[in-house]
């Protein structure tokens, strides 16, 4: 059974600084997920990655497969950054693009 | 605009109704899920449709029911049978196929459904 750990589970910083959350799971994967949840609920992708390093802006995430790891970096962070970032992966035995959750990371960012 | 629309975004009902909550897609997606949503856990895949006229159950499809009549529709019906329906419900939808675009997946604004 594939398993998605991320952490930590929350994280408060002050703006400006640089935040990295972390995502573990347990078997092969297709691909991987970063995705961002405001506090109105709804779920914006922010990366799917499967191999190597994407950047947008002041996101950085990357992903080690023979480790089963991923982070999410951000950098110079903002309050607007706050939300809860989820981190899901595609195990390469389920069909189609099922994604496996994990619990996500709460992102608190003050002035 | 190309996206996903569920709704309503606030829905209340009283214990032992049925409740259907409703999602549109117009972006040509083969693929639709629906997901819930508890207070402090990751989402947890209800019920799938990878092409018109089939579905599948998630891990957690016990008190609800799906229909997948027609690509851009995937409505989820919430069941009297369901102990504890009050949660966040999410819907999405990724293209079927090969490569990686079809792990692309997109998720639709959510319902929030609270039954008293």
């Known amino acids: 059974k594939n398993e998605v750990e991320q952490s930590p589970q929350n994280l408060t910083a002050q703006e400006g600084e640089f935040i990295t959350i972390n995502c573990s799971y347990s078997?092969?994967?297709?691909?991987l997920h970063w995705l961002q949840q405001h506090p109105g609920g709804g779920i914006v992708s922010l990366f799917m990655?499967?191999?190597g390093k994407k950047k947008h802006g002041r996101l950085i995430a990357t992903i080690n497969i023979q480790e089963k790891h991923s982070s999410l970096h951000i950098t110079a962070s903002h309050p607007r950054d706050s939300a809860v970032y989820i981190c899901?992966?595609?195990?390469?035995?389920?069909?189609?693009?099922?994604?496996?959750f994990g619990e996500g990371t709460q992102l608190t960012v003050n002035p | 605009d190309g996206g996903i629309t569920q709704s309503p975004k606030y829905l209340f009902r009283k214990e032992g109704q049925n409740v259907t909550l409703s999602c549109e897609q117009n972006?040509?997606?083969?693929?639709m899920y629906w997901y819930r949503q508890d207070p402090g856990q990751g989402l947890r895949l209800i019920y799938y449709?990878?092409?018109?006229?089939?579905?599948q159950k998630g891990d957690i499809a016990e008190g609800y029911s799906v229909s997948r009549e027609k690509k851009e529709s995937f409505p989820l019906t919430v069941t009297s049978a369901q102990k504890n329906p009050t949660a966040f419900y999410l819907c999405?939808?990724?293209?079927?196929?090969?490569?990686?675009?079809?792990?692309?997946?997109?998720f639709g604004p959510g319902t929030r459904l609270t039954v008293t």
């Open positions: 990655l499967s191999s």
């Open positions: 078997v092969g994967i297709s691909a």
């Open positions: 972006l040509n997606h083969d693929a």
């Open positions: 449709s990878q092409i018109v006229n089939d579905f």
């Open positions: 999405a939808s990724s293209p079927n196929g090969r490569g990686q675009g079809s792990y692309e997946q997109y």
């Open positions: 899901a992966s595609i195990p390469l035995e389920t069909s189609g693009s099922r994604l496996t």
